[in-house]
T-cell receptor
């Protein structure tokens, strides 16, 4: 049983560009959350998707947007990249119980 | 964004030693969670605590949910080399279909040289 899979694993982008990160939730999970983890910090909540709608959002600008597809997979889009967007982006999925979050290994984004 | 206060930031362990770390918050949570993150991986859930005052064990790990609901601690007994990694506490308030995790900055466990 595959867990949460994220792609790509690593990505280098230039300031001002746009990026799309992808997440496939664990089988049976229908809720997907995205987190940003800067170096030496804990993960910070970006937003959560359930039933293809954004249900909750953290303190991130509108440059961060997302989508959830009917098969529960999700995308995170970041526009107008800044150097400060360099981080590990983690996807977490769950179903039903809020305690059963499973995290993916993340996408390491470097903005140069 | 909000982060919980986790201490110590780092510590060195020798095999066989007991380890303690704690987490405090200015806000109340109705759930506390402890995760471990290895290099290149996402966080993995170690222990979940659902009730104030609750003490829960998972093998050599023991965690407690503070009575004020604003703190939690994690103990690791008789540490082994594979305990090395970064430990995060996380608070959660769940309601309806929502509920997002608020993380601490982490405690990094390393092996004593």
């Amino acid at each position: 049983d595959a867990g949460v899979t994220q792609s790509p694993t690593h990505l280098i982008k230039t300031r001002g560009q746009q990026v799309t990160l992808r997440c496939s939730p664990k089988s049976g999970h229908d809720t997907v959350s995205w987190y940003q983890q800067a170096l030496g910090q804990g993960p910070q909540f970006i937003f959560q998707y359930y039933e293809e709608e954004e249900r909750q959002r953290g303190n991130f600008p509108d440059r961060f947007s997302g989508h959830q597809f009917p098969n529960y997979s999700s995308e995170l889009n970041v526009n107008a990249l800044l150097l400060g967007d360099s981080a590990l982006y983690l996807c977490a999925s769950r179903s039903g119980s809020p305690y059963g979050y499973t995290f993916g290994s993340g996408t390491r984004l470097t903005v140069v | 964004g909000q982060q919980l206060n986790q201490s110590p930031q780092s510590m060195f362990i020798q095999e066989g030693e007991d380890v303690s770390m704690n987490c405090t918050s200015s806000s109340i949570f109705n759930t506390w969670l402890w995760y471990k993150q290895d290099p290149g991986e996402g966080p993995v859930l170690l222990i979940a605590l659902y009730k104030a005052g609750e003490l829960t064990s998972n093998g050599r790990l023991t965690a407690q949910f503070g009575i004020t609901r604003k703190d939690s601690f994690l103990n690791i007994s008789a540490s082994i080399p594979s305990d090395v990694g970064i430990y995060f506490c996380a608070g959660l308030n769940y309601g309806g279909s929502q509920g997002n995790l608020i993380f601490g900055k982490g405690t990094k466990l390393s092996v004593k040289p």
